[in-house]
């Protein structure tokens, strides 16, 4: 199982940025995924989370109503997009799986993980 994350970089205050994260050797249409991310010196902490059919999403309370989680099941593939993107964003973006369906918003209910790609937004 491998999960990739692409499409961080640096972004002023105020701008958008789409993180994507493809998977290959499970099956993705069958789980859930999320999106985690951790800031130097802190825990990971949760972001979002979607259902295998993507009819279901929750949000952290501090990205709701900047940032949105979709996937494309025939992709393989979860994004998330980040608008009003604020300095406290930058982070280590990373993307996690689930074999089974079913949201959750702890690491631990989460089976495999990517390799996290970095957002920094600059003041």
């Known amino acids: 199982v491998q999960l990739v994350e692409s499409g961080g970089g640096l972004v002023q205050a105020g701008g958008s940025l789409r993180v994507s994260c493809a998977a290959s050797?499970?099956?993705?249409?069958?789980?859930?995924m999320a999106w985690f991310r951790q800031a130097p010196g802190k825990v990971r902490e949760f972001v979002s989370t979607i259902s295998w059919s993507g009819g279901t999403a929750y949000y952290a309370d501090s990205v709701k109503g900047r940032f949105t989680i979709s996937r494309d099941n025939a992709k393989n593939t979860v994004y998330l997009q980040m608008n009003s993107l604020k300095p406290e964003d930058t982070a280590i973006y990373y993307c996690?799986?689930?074999?089974?369906?079913?949201?959750?918003?702890?690491?631990?209910?989460?089976?495999?993980w990517g390799q996290g790609t970095q957002v920094t937004v600059s003041s």
């Open positions: 996690a799986a689930k074999v089974r369906d079913g949201t959750a918003n702890s690491p631990n209910s989460y089976d495999y």
């Open positions: 050797g499970l099956t993705f249409s069958s789980g859930a």
